[in-house]
């Protein structure tokens, strides 16, 4: 095929994908946007002077049947409960007239100030709007617009109380920013979880296993690792070799973070923390600084994943001031979200 036509045939494939997102995206909006004018309709129908509780059990289940019989599926009383809820989530992003004589700008008007400006899907937040807690559900449409999160990678990161465990390494200020931000990638500290969830290598608790079986096991599930450590993480090698004066040392896993712009190194440990462990980091860190980062570089961070941590050998052997070494805890299970929020307290 001349090369001629095989630009013309990519340029019209490309052409006719690109419609059909934008098809995709236009219904989405539209949906979501008609969800929240039911939602709105309903909760000011409610107010005109039935309890909630005598509307909630007669009048939805009606307009459930009603809709249901002219639409088909789509407008259970669950759904309906939803669509209310998001016009009372979300009511406060309502900015325009209601007396709009133009009911075509009227709409395109609301659309664009729908939650922070975000345009997710229906199943999005419906899932959202489980969380209770108004700052963590915005940081979860944050975190979902920018990184292209599936409803499943949504309800994972939901799952493993990923707000939390940011959260637990920040003081108030820094919680409040993730909420109002999202996760800003900007020093070392942004990129630490509390604890880091490791569920998706399926090793039971109670089995024993050593340091290289958690390596493998991790290296089988990179994806879902890399996942885990969160944004610009790329990987870049397993069992890295130093050689100083005839002794070898391996580094378990190493990555770059492109939003950092420096090597991540990380050392997997089974048991307690202890000070030879941080030493041994330290060690790495400097070998990585000194021989292998470029000037243009920032220095690179160690991050310790131990089975249990030990806050005071932290403390006392690493200088105050440290901003490249660090340990976290490190589970195999999904940790409840009230066990995380009693440490937030």
Same mark, same amino acid.
């Given at each position: 095929?001349?090369?001629?036509?095989?630009?013309?045939?990519?340029?019209?494939? %490309?052409?006719?994908?690109?419609?059909?997102?934008?098809?995709?995206?236009?219904?989405?909006?539209?949906?979501?946007?008609?969800?929240?004018?039911?939602?709105?309709?309903?909760? *000011?129908?409610?107010?005109?002077? @039935?309890?909630?509780?005598?509307? &909630?059990?007669?009048?939805?289940?009606?307009?459930?049947?009603?809709?249901?019989?002219?639409? &088909?599926?789509?407008?259970?009383?669950?759904?309906?409960?939803?669509?209310?809820?998001?016009?009372?989530?979300?009511?406060?992003?309502?900015?325009?007239?209601?007396?709009?004589?133009?009911?075509? @700008?009227?709409?395109? @008007?609301?659309?664009?100030?729908?939650?922070? &400006?975000?345009?997710?899907?229906?199943?999005?937040?419906?899932?959202?709007?489980?969380? =209770?807690?108004?700052?963590?559900?915005?940081?979860?449409?944050? *975190?979902?617009?920018?990184?292209?999160?599936?409803?499943? %990678?949504?309800?994972?990161?939901?799952?493993?109380?990923?707000?939390?465990?940011?959260?637990?390494?920040?003081? =108030?200020?820094?919680?409040?920013?993730?909420?109002?931000?999202?996760?800003?990638?900007?020093?070392? @500290?942004?990129?630490?979880?509390?604890?880091?969830?490791?569920?998706?290598?399926?090793?039971? %608790?109670?089995?024993?296993?050593?340091?290289?079986?958690?390596?493998?096991?991790?290296?089988?599930?990179?994806?879902?690792?890399?996942?885990?450590?969160?944004?610009?993480?790329?990987?870049?090698?397993?069992?890295?070799?130093?050689?100083?004066?005839?002794?070898?040392?391996?580094?378990?896993?190493?990555?770059?973070?492109?939003?950092? =712009?420096?090597?991540?190194?990380?050392?997997?440990?089974?048991?307690?923390?202890?000070?030879?462990?941080?030493?041994?980091?330290?060690?790495?860190?400097?070998?990585?600084?000194?021989?292998?980062?470029?000037?243009?570089?920032?220095?690179?961070?160690?991050?310790?994943?131990?089975? %249990?941590?030990?806050?005071?050998?932290?403390?006392?052997?690493?200088?105050?001031?440290?901003?490249?070494?660090?340990?976290?805890?490190?589970?195999?299970?999904?940790?409840?979200?009230?066990?995380?929020?009693?440490?937030?307290?």
């Amino acid at each position: 095929m001349p090369a001629e036509q095989q630009q013309l045939f990519r340029s019209v494939q %490309e052409l006719i994908e690109n419609a059909r997102s934008s098809v995709v995206k236009q219904v989405n909006s539209t949906m979501v946007l008609t969800y929240f004018q039911i939602g709105r309709m309903i909760v *000011e129908d409610e107010q005109g002077g @039935t309890s909630y509780a005598e509307y &909630g059990t007669n009048t939805m289940f009606k307009l459930s049947q009603h809709l249901t019989a002219v639409f &088909g599926r789509g407008y259970s009383v669950d759904n309906l409960q939803y669509m209310r809820l998001f016009y009372m989530a979300y009511r406060n992003y309502e900015t325009l007239s209601r007396n709009s004589e133009n009911p075509e @700008t009227n709409s395109a @008007t609301l659309l664009r100030n729908l939650p922070t &400006g975000l345009n997710l899907s229906w199943s999005h937040y419906v899932t959202l709007l489980k969380i =209770k807690n108004d700052q963590e559900r915005k940081f979860y449409e944050l *975190e979902t617009s920018r990184n292209n999160w599936s409803v499943r %990678e949504l309800q994972r990161q939901i799952n493993t109380s990923y707000y939390e465990r940011l959260a637990l390494s920040r003081d =108030k200020d820094g919680v409040k920013k993730l909420a109002e931000e999202g996760q800003i990638i900007e020093r070392s @500290t942004d990129i630490l979880k509390s604890p880091v969830i490791l569920e998706f290598l399926d090793i039971n %608790e109670d089995h024993r296993y050593s340091e290289n079986d958690l390596e493998t096991a991790i290296i089988n599930k990179l994806e879902h690792f890399m996942l885990e450590l969160g944004k610009g993480f790329l990987f870049e090698g397993r069992q890295r070799r130093i050689s100083l004066e005839g002794d070898h040392f391996y580094i378990d896993l190493s990555f770059y973070n492109r939003l950092l =712009k420096c090597f991540v190194l990380i050392d997997l440990k089974i048991g307690k923390l202890t000070h030879q462990d941080i030493g041994q980091m330290q060690m790495y860190v400097n070998y990585y600084d000194r021989k292998i980062k470029q000037p243009d570089e920032n220095p690179t961070i160690g991050i310790i994943l131990c089975k %249990e941590d030990n806050k005071a050998v932290v403390e006392f052997t690493l200088p105050l001031d440290n901003e490249q070494i660090f340990s976290r805890e490190y589970k195999l299970y999904l940790p409840s979200k009230d066990e995380l929020k009693k440490q937030l307290l």
